[in-house]
């Protein structure tokens, strides 16, 4: 009778905590992002003990990942969810998101927001019209994404009180790394062979204007060779700009890469890492395409 | 230093957008699914199909919009408890979708 007694004892027991694990588990605190920027800096003010939610693929461009019902579902469960504002994603007008714990970490500095040109494009019986676009990467001028962080970390101390004091710490050292980057990049222009840059897609206006650069930039797929017909528009673009250094959001072939050489260019792989990079935090990249431009600049 | 900035700025602020993208919206009410669009720029759709698909992105249904953008369809329990995603096409060619969660169902169909 005692026996049984403990042998049901003990196996409540496990299954006691068997149950807590997960239990324990779902208690951490949750914050979901729409960018891997957002994300970095969740885990960074986390300090270990928050859990991140990036649902992005690694090789799916962010901007135009569309989630699916249950990556929706546990978004919606995070008890802080962090977007970029500016445009950046389109998918959070397109489920309901609790108002109460979304944050728009870009709507503070509205007015300092980069319109770009606009898309153009003729369907339908309405003729010709347009569609205004604003430039999302925000993060990249390096001032903007500490306002960023400094939204994050309040949103994250309002959700999860018991950890406001370790948040706050982190984001002091974090927004430290921050202005470390901002200080540096603003250097880049003074450097003697800076000039006008040819970048191979849209993604550096708050860098360009933030580190008064000149930046024209291509639609050249991050994934493929530029065609004959795009070597041809970049030098066109070359003669029109004067251009010596040209930035690849993502790393070439190396038939592309001894193209551009031959082209008289100097070249630097700058990610601007909306998603998650294959190695490498945000700061350490970040660190790394700052060497590699200001390296480029003092060649030439 | 921030000459560049203003550059940008202002060659974007220059053109006027005529924007109409397509915003669709849906909800439970009562065990009926309801779906609604509208443009951006205010206008409603005259026509379009609407699609209902399941969490596993199969075509469960092509349902025609009513010519007031809205349409209105009976909430499948068994759809319900897995989430759906409605997606709409303009007869002018505009798209776009709207996710329907297990948890918003519940909440818009009081189980």
Redesign the interface.
Known sequence: MQMNTLCRRSVLGMLLSVTAMPLAAQDRPVVATDNYPLAYFADRLGGGAVDTVFLVPAGTDPSFW?????D??EI??ADVIALNGAGFSTWP????LPRSRTIDTSAGFGD?L?????VTHS????GE????AT?SYTWLDFALAQEQVKVLADAMARQMPDNAASIARERDVLLADLDALDTRA?VL?DQPGAGPVIASHPRY?YF???????ITALEWDATEDPTDAQWATLETMIADTGARHFIWEAEPSAAAQRRMSALGLTDVVFSPLANTPSEGSFIDRMRGALDALESAFQEN | MRRIFATLAVVAFATAAQAHQLNVFAFVEDSTVVVETKFSNGNLPVSGDVRVLNAQSDLLMTLPLGTDGTLRFPLDRKVAAEGMTIEVTTGEGHEDYWILTPEDIARGSGS
Request: charged content about 20%; hydrophobic content about 30%.
């Open positions: 569309r989630p699916g019902i249950a929706i579902s919606q469960s007008t397109k489920a309901s300092r980069i319109r770009t040109d606009t369907h339908g019986e309405g019209h347009s569609h205004a430039a603003m222009s206006h360009a204007a933030a580190y008064d650069l000149e």
